[in-house]
């Protein structure tokens, strides 16, 4: 979750500060870590400053784990501060790219369309929907702003509405319709003075930001931790008493799957999967005061990586890879 703060309220320059020093003592979580430095400086109005950030991280673009993300994040601030041919070369090089994340998509339609260019705004997020969401029955939580960016961008167009508009009415849990919400002849409370269109126009607004609300208490998913066999080999060598709780590598993965699949159907969304690392949870444990042995600090742990941004989202995006690392489709292995 990118910090939306305006800069009155915060000082983002030393925020931006804080958070590269941190990525420089942390490598591993260096990328989501200036990402979020880029976003301060982006608010604080360093736009150059942001650039140069999304530049040193893809100067390392090998060790990215989402560098259309950064590549997307880098277009809509280049655009921002009049580099808006620099910034179109590089929406289409994401466009050409398709990728697997809705993210990138999402913010360089947003761009697109926060410059006016709503055909193509309409025309991207609905590239992204038709890569990421053809024959998917259930669209993955992190798919949602893709579907609602593009409803707003077609009511904003006039177009009928198609098969992904309904379901992004589905989708939308707010007690105003998507279509009362991006109705492009809604009445502003500053434009009027009618006490009816006030109201509505105030319970419009409320809407919108239970909406927010919602997506910002849900600001990295609930993650269930798996170890590569490697690490839960010697994580069981050095703390034997943690055999209980995995029997096996493989009744471990079978777990994992069951775990998620659990929390899916009972209504959980936003669902995601972090791997450990046994120097990395020993540290975790020394900064909590705790031996690694304890089964409790185990949940703590996956908590505190997804925060990191260290998630993977399940399921995994059709014809991807598996979660497990086996190295075959999710669709193949363990999502059979």
Partial sequence: MRPDTPAENVDHNAEAARLERTADRYPEDAEALLVQ????????????????????????????????????????NLWEYGHEAEARAIIEGVRVAAPRDPAPW?????????????????????????VLLTDVTEPPYSTHPLLFGRH?????????????????????????????????KRVWSLGSDNPAELEAEIS???????????????????????????????????????ESEYPSHEEHLA?????????????????????????????????EGMSPAEVSLLPQYATTLAARGRAVEWPPQRGTACWCGSGRVYGECHGE
């Fill in 152 to 184: 707003r961008v077609r009511r904003m167009l006039g177009l009928a509405h198609d098969e992904w508009d309904t379901l992004a009415d589905t989708l939308h849990t707010s007690p105003v319709s998507l279509d009362e919400l991006h109705d492009p």
């Fill in 204 to 242: 419009r607004l409320r809407a919108e930001l239970g909406t927010y609300r919602e997506a910002l208490s849900r600001p990295f998913p609930v993650a269930v931790l798996h170890w590569p066999a490697p690490e839960l080999s010697e994580l069981l060598a050095a703390y034997p008493s943690l």
């Fill in 255 to 287: 777990t994992i799957e069951e775990s998620l699949r659990e929390l899916s159907s009972s209504g959980t969304a936003n669902l995601g999967i972090v791997s450990g690392t046994v120097p990395s949870y020993e540290a975790f444990a020394a900064s």
């Fill in 37 to 76: 430095a880029a976003a301060h400086l982006e608010l604080a109005g360093d736009r150059p400053a942001a650039s140069s950030l999304y530049d040193r991280l893809l100067a390392a673009q090998d060790g990215l784990e989402n560098p259309f993300l950064v590549r997307a994040l880098k277009a809509a």
């Fill in 106 to 130: 999402v913010i360089v339609a947003e761009a697109l369309e926060s410059h006016d260019e709503l055909e193509q705004a309409q025309e991207t997020f609905t590239e992204g929907a038709r």
